[in-house]
């Protein structure tokens, strides 16, 4: 078997290479199994890695150097497998940041093409939304320049240009016939560990920039509210979707004006801050 033909890179769940792995193998090797499997990688327990598939045990650091042997990967290949092992078994979110950020500088140094690690590169950094919102309707080539100076908040021109590549790559930009950009919407996967991590952490991201706004731009240019209510598990529910009605609302206002000249966040959150064991 080729190394083109499955690569560590197109995945972003260790424990799914592994199962690829083991499926490809079976294929052309005959009496591969699960027992032969662990033996080629040096493990005297010959369900340890059927147990590590299935999501019941975890890879200890001493155990990589041998799995890497025993899959014949090279030194990249070895290294990004470690950052997936070690993501998906951080207990803190601290750890959780950490090891995202080297999966997404190994991914984009190997240029990796598939569509959902590009999605969690996306909501990697808040500003992506909103360079996508200041390109639309702007002609190639962009003024990066330009497009810096209209952000309240710096950001250094790579950044922004490696943004919109980010941007094309995925669809949510494209170039009309009158050399124009205009905005398109692809489906955004964020059902994997990974990209709901990213999601996470992107939404920490805008609360940030939110806290910012509310040093630096005066009360005729925002809306700050908040009100803290007590409801039911069916309330919840009821207030959930109302403010997911709304928001889309909000996209149909703002998707027939004909001179919008501004990017806003528009922000809801909705949260616990009681839990419900203290009331049962």
């Known amino acids: 078997m080729s190394k083109q033909t499955l690569s560590v890179f197109d995945y972003i769940d260790f424990r799914l290479f592994l199962k690829a792995f083991y499926t490809a193998h079976k294929e052309i090797e005959r009496g591969f199994s699960h027992r032969a499997m662990a033996i080629r990688v040096g493990f005297t327990s010959p369900n340890f890695l059927k147990l590590v598939m299935d999501g019941k045990r975890n890879i200890s650091k001493e155990s990589l150097e041998k799995i890497a042997i025993g899959l014949n990967l090279n030194k990249q290949e070895a290294e990004y497998f470690s950052y997936l092992v070690f993501f998906a078994q951080a207990k803190t979110p601290i750890d959780k940041n950490y090891y995202f950020g080297l999966i997404a500088s190994q991914r984009a140094r190997k240029n990796v093409a598939s569509?959902?690690?590009?999605?969690?590169?996306?909501?990697?950094?808040?500003?992506?939304?909103?360079?996508?919102?200041?390109?639309?309707?702007?002609?190639?080539?962009?003024?990066?320049?330009?497009?810096?100076?209209?952000?309240?908040?710096?950001?250094?021109?790579?950044?922004?240009?490696?943004?919109?590549?980010l941007l094309k790559r995925l669809g949510l930009i494209k170039l009309d016939e009158n050399n124009r950009y205009t905005s398109s919407s692809p489906l955004l996967n964020t059902e994997n560990e990974l990209n709901s991590f990213a999601v996470r952490r992107y939404h920490g991201e805008v609360l940030g920039v939110a806290q910012n706004a509310l040093e630096i731009s005066s009360p005729r240019e925002r809306e700050f509210s908040h009100v803290t209510i007590k409801t039911s598990q069916k309330g919840f529910t009821k207030l959930k979707r109302r403010i997911q009605e709304f928001r889309d609302e909000i996209l149909q206002i703002v998707a027939g004006e004909q001179q919008a000249d501004s990017v806003y966040h528009v922000n809801f959150q909705l949260y616990p801050i009681t839990s419900k064991e203290n009331h049962e």
């Not at 990066?144 to 309240?152: A, D, F, G, H, V």
């Not at 908040?153 to 943004?163: H, N, P, T, V």
């Open 115 to 165: 569509l959902t690690p590009d999605q969690f590169e996306y909501f990697s950094e808040w500003y992506h939304p909103a360079v996508r919102e200041l390109v639309c309707g702007k002609s190639e080539p962009l003024n990066y320049e330009e497009l810096k100076c209209s952000l309240l908040y710096e950001l250094r021109g790579a950044k922004l240009k490696k943004s919109v590549d």
